[in-house]
Nanobody, 120 residues
Framework: QVQLMESGGGLVQAGGSLRLSCAASGRTFSSAAMGWFRQAPGKGREFVAG????????YYADSVKGRFTISRDNAKNTVYLQMDNLKPEDTAVYYCAARSNIWLPQYDYWGQGTQVTVSS
């Protein structure tokens, strides 16, 4: 049974930093299979960051580019989201996700989410 467990959310002032962690169990996922999403109050879920199939590279939503960094510890089967220079509009529930097939766009597994609140 695949499980994704996020941690690291919390309350931070604008300009501050947080690092989210997502520990996967039940299956080993490649970097290209992992991603982060978020959902702000009253809004739909949006993509934040993820891995690409080619070149082990990463890609980001325009709203977080240059401020957020996705990384991975293969030994721990854990993916991280380093969030710097946080803004109040980054306030959301953040979800870790994984896909079974990196050649398909949909994500099949989701964590329970962790709340990030940025105060102004």
């Amino acid at each position: 049974q695949v499980q994704l467990m996020e941690s690291g959310g919390g309350l931070v002032q604008a300009g501050g930093s947080l690092r989210l962690s997502c520990a996967a169990s039940g299956r080993t996922f490649s970097s290209a299979a992992m991603g982060w999403f978020r959902q702000a109050p009253g809004k739909g879920r949006e993509f934040v960051a993820g891995g690409r199939r080619i070149g082990n590279s990463t890609y980001y939503a325009d709203s977080v580019k240059g401020r957020f960094t996705i990384s991975r510890d293969n030994a721990k089967n854990t993916v991280y989201l380093q969030m710097d220079n946080l803004k109040p509009e980054d306030t959301a529930v953040y979800y870790c996700a994984a896909r079974s097939n990196i050649w398909l766009p949909q994500y099949d597994y989701w964590g329970q989410g962790t709340q990030v609140t940025v105060s102004s």
